[in-house]
């Protein structure tokens, strides 16, 4: 980890063409099969871009996404080129962007859903469940307790929402009409699969991961790829397996520790997000070197 390396909130490379910023990642076009995703440092909390940089959480996501890339690639084919980002950007300022925390990568038509797989009855899923009894739209059995272990491992997919939106929950058969019901059990059992591997393999590095969300694309034939990310402590929620208990909600690898302290201020959760404290930026950096050590490790 290069520790050394002065944040990047922004990637400025001048001699791709940009296509778009989201709220951690910058993409620009590499060719009309190739894109070059730059992982930055931006935070975002409650879906509002913060003004403060993570240091060294761009190449912490890199390495973990890449690391679970490796380990599914069984399960289905993904995004990668192995391509070297460096290879692809012109100048040393650029290369010193990319370096450690970007990839080239397929160029794939994104699904319009983000897979969302839930383990643990936590978060919105929580809300919901105490409310109706069930999570989008699945009927759980009757007395859980928050962060309580599910039965099994549950599909709950959400629509992706524009910049400081909220992404907005919806049941399978809305999943079933937005990408046609053969797609739709096809991303449910793949996402299914790959969170129920991943957990059973990061239980052993004393990890628990409460749930994940994927995003799926198609390539001109239709043929379903894994991209974006993948079990990050951005997508996922890591718990540490020794410190978990059902009943209440257990401390996080993610920026839990991020939003925890947001809750503590007088902000309406609108842009613009508050400055964080020095501090509270350098713990959550702490969190997700943690994260990677222990699952790589």
Not at 27 to 51: H, M, N
Request: with cysteine.
């Amino acid at each position: 980890m290069s520790q050394n390396l002065p944040p990047l909130f922004e990637s400025t490379i001048t001699s791709l063409p940009l296509l778009g910023r989201g709220k951690v990642r910058d993409i620009y076009a590499v060719s009309d099969e190739l894109l070059l995703i730059v992982t930055s440092d931006r935070l975002s909390a409650f879906d509002v871009i913060l003004p403060d940089p993570i240091p060294g959480k761009g190449e912490v996501l890199t390495s973990v996404a890449n690391f679970w890339f490796g380990k599914l690639g069984h399960i289905i084919p993904n995004q990668l080129t192995g391509i070297a980002p460096e290879s692809v950007v012109q100048g040393e300022a650029e290369k010193a962007q990319v370096r450690g925390r970007a990839l080239v990568v397929k160029r794939l038509k994104p699904l319009p859903i983000e897979a969302v797989v839930r383990g643990y009855l936590i978060g919105s899923g929580w809300k919901d469940y105490k409310e109706t009894g069930a999570v989008c739209g699945i009927k759980l059995p009757v007395g859980l307790q928050q962060a309580q272990q599910l039965p099994q491992a549950i599909f709950t997919p959400a629509t992706k929402a524009e910049m400081g939106e909220h992404d907005e929950n919806i049941d399978f058969a809305t999943c079933e009409k937005l990408v046609g019901a053969e797609l739709a059990v096809q991303v449910r059992d793949t996402a299914i699969r790959l969170y129920t591997e991943a957990a059973e393999y990061a239980r052993t590095k004393g990890i628990i991961i409460a749930d994940t969300k994927f995003e799926f694309g198609q390539d001109a034939e239709g043929k379903l790829y894994l991209i974006d990310e993948v079990l990050t402590p951005d997508s996922s929620r890591f718990w540490p397996a020794d410190q978990y208990q059902v009943g209440i909600s257990p401390p996080s690898y993610d920026k839990q520790f991020v939003r925890d302290y947001l809750e503590t201020l007088d902000w309406n959760k609108e842009a613009p997000g508050p400055r964080l404290p020095a501090e509270v930026a350098e713990r959550t950096g702490a969190k997700y070197r943690e994260a990677l050590t222990q699952l790589t490790a």
